[in-house]
């Protein structure tokens, strides 16, 4: 089978696949996991490494993937990740390979991790306060994930991105530190609308910090000045202006309230082989049960091309994103995959 490019019927290409490795995180963050989780994924049905390392190299050698960003869950709290990335970059060794991670355990990794062949991380932080930090993840680990951080930069895990969730009353009056932070140590700061998406299932759009308001703190520091291109990018980026010289840039990633479905080049692996075409859908493709029954590459790729080809237009509704039609899918956002 030629290569062939996992487009959809509005045109667009998915090039950026995110595959989860766990569903297991060692945080209960309050916008995505209820303090006391009954279960997770059956072990017999999360992907194995081999299979992991498969459907890798067959979106890439086959559909055009450019770059794999491994996801949970914590995808560190995966006991074989190190081997992971090692066969990923085995088979494939010119893919763009990325890792988001809650942080906690990276310090421990990180050299190992580029070690087999790993180019950078995201790390998710929502704030430098401690207290706040423990209200907000159910775990006193910030410490933890800071160590991460170091060990990410001295392990040339870079460029190092920190990904922080504003959330009203916790951590939102706390936004021009954790700017400052990122601007000390070097980090790419992504602040993320809180989607409707998480298990608590208690989202609601008045309770929504926004990108606009976000950036609106920010201006009480910084100046913003807007970077002109983002491509598929999700982040809209800004320069940090201060005394009048650039200190460095932020970004804001607003998918409830400035959508970018038009420009999407992403698809998605759960751990358990559930292939999606957006973070909201509703359906789902099986994956596992085609690698688990003998299928053959191209099988396995056709059944991916016919998934993408239906993407919805936007947010896993074509009536309306977040509006009218909006229905939230069942999965989490641990289970699914960031």
């Not at 209960?28 to 006391?36: K, N, S």
């Not at 009048?244 to 970018?260: K, R, Y």
Request: charged content about 25%; glycine content about 8%; proline content about 5%.
């Amino acid at each position: 089978m030629p290569t062939l490019p996992l487009v959809d019927r509005f045109g667009r290409v998915a090039t950026d696949l995110r595959l989860s490795v766990t569903d297991v995180c060692n945080l209960r963050c309050t916008y995505c996991l209820p303090e006391v989780v009954d279960r997770w994924l059956p072990r017999a049905e999360v992907l194995t490494r081999d299979e992991l390392v498969r459907l890798v190299d067959i979106g890439v050698g086959l559909l055009g993937i450019t770059k794999v960003r491994l996801t949970g869950g914590e995808p560190l709290t995966r006991p074989d990740l190190v081997e992971i990335v090692a066969g990923i970059r085995a088979a494939q060794p010119d893919v763009e390979l990325a890792l988001t991670t809650n942080g906690v355990g990276l310090a421990a990794k990180a050299q190992a991790l580029a070690d087999a062949g790993l180019d950078r991380v995201n790390v998710s932080l929502d704030t430098v306060d401690r207290h706040t930090y423990a209200t907000i993840t159910r775990r006193d680990r910030l410490d933890e994930v800071l160590a991460g951080i170091d060990a990410a930069y001295a392990a040339g895990l870079t460029p190092v991105k920190v990904n922080a969730v504003p959330t009203k009353g916790l951590n939102d009056e706390q936004v021009v530190d954790l700017v400052r932070h990122c601007v000390a140590t070097g980090a790419e700061l992504r602040f993320i609308e809180q989607m409707p998406i998480g298990a608590p299932r208690d989202w609601a759009r008045e309770n929504l910090v926004t990108a606009a308001e976000t950036r609106a703190r920010i201006a009480t520091a910084y100046d913003l000045r807007p970077v002109p291109s983002r491509g598929a990018a999700p982040a809209e980026l800004w320069e940090l202006w201060r005394d009048g010289a650039q200190v460095g840039t932020v970004g804001t990633i607003a998918s409830v309230t400035e959508p970018f479905c038009g420009s999407c080049d992403r698809t998605r692996i759960s751990a358990d082989g559930q292939l999606r075409s957006c973070l909201f859908s509703r359906d789902e493709t099986d994956l596992r049960a085609l690698l688990r029954s003998g299928a053959s590459d191209d099988e396995v790729a056709r059944a991916w091309l016919g998934t993408m080809a239906a993407k919805p237009r936007a947010h896993g509704s074509d009536e309306g994103g977040f509006g009218l039609g909006f229905v939230q899918p069942e999965r989490p956002m641990n289970a699914i995959g960031g």
